[in-house]
């Protein structure tokens, strides 16, 4: 375990902290943890119980993530730690996620793998940067910020790109750290709602810290791509794809926006996958708010994929499943549309 950043004693007397990476800003007494269950409080000293507690280590195409805007066909290592700030009801990654509630003993027996080891290996695979996801990655903030800054000082990690693939639940505190440290190249934020009951109900957070959070990273010009999970009964209403489509298109049309099919999972093995039919309208919807890359994901919807060029829609990165396909061509480090020239808004 390691000291936690971003926290206060709030109580001399009782040794209560407040802790700020996430918005929950839970209130801890002494001897007790936060709602993500993996930093204590000891004394007045919040600890982190994650550190260097790696779990699922994989090699992914950055498709994956989904990031389609980033370094198309780059690999990135990938891995989480136990815990998370939400509990959703769908979670696909819940063995891991919710491991601490399942199985408190968990992480006692776990190894803890040092930041240089995950240097190493990335450097020995060769990898074009280090994904921080399946679990919410603000809550082993500490342990992702030692990876990025010590990749920064060894030659040959230095370029690696960083990426958070997170529910946007981050602290203010936080990304200004990730602001001034320069510390993340591209964040992907599930935007699971837009409404605040069904946030709570189905995650136990709050709708608002993430829209502020979008924003945030918004004005941070942190590149930046949107996720939205379509759960039939839950958030497949026109109302619902419409809110989300004006939300972003007032920052910015070319955000791309990734509609993704539910499979039953966790504590939803009830409710059936997402129609087909949902998840074209979800996209009909989304266009027609001016946004300028939508895509469906988890399914096999022809083109539903692919980028095309929103000056005259020439097919500009082909996609199926992970392999993709690259016809744009690079001038001066920009992504051109090879029929109309039109510069794309694809970081290369
Ligand atoms: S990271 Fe969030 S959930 Fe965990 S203790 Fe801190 S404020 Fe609470």
Known sequence: MKEAILYEVIDDNTKEVECKLCSHYCKIKNNYGGICRVRFNHNGVLYSYTYGKVDGVAIDPIEKKPFYHFKPKSRVLSFGTPGCNFKCANCQNSYLSQSIKLKPDHLLVQETIPPEEIVRLAEKYDVDGISYTYSEPTIFFEYARDIILKCKENPGTRNLVHLFVSNGYFSKEMLQIVVEEQLLDAINIDLKFIDDQKYLKITGGHLKPVLDSIERVFSANIHMEIINLVIPGEND????????????????????????????????????????????????????????????????????????????????????RYLTNVNYFVENGKAKCPKCLETLPIVV
């Open 237 to 320: 209403t026109d109302e619902s794809f419409s809110k989300i489509s004006e939300f972003i298109a007032n920052l910015s049309k070319d955000i791309p926006l990734h509609f993704s099919r539910f499979y039953p999972q966790y504590k939803m093995t009830t409710k059936t996958p997402t129609p087909y039919s949902t998840l074209i309208r979800a996209k009909e919807i989304a266009e027609s708010y001016g946004l300028n890359f939508v895509y469906i994901g988890n399914t096999d919807i022809p083109n539903a994929e692919n980028t095309y060029c929103p000056n005259c829609k020439f097919l500009v990165v082909e996609r199926e």
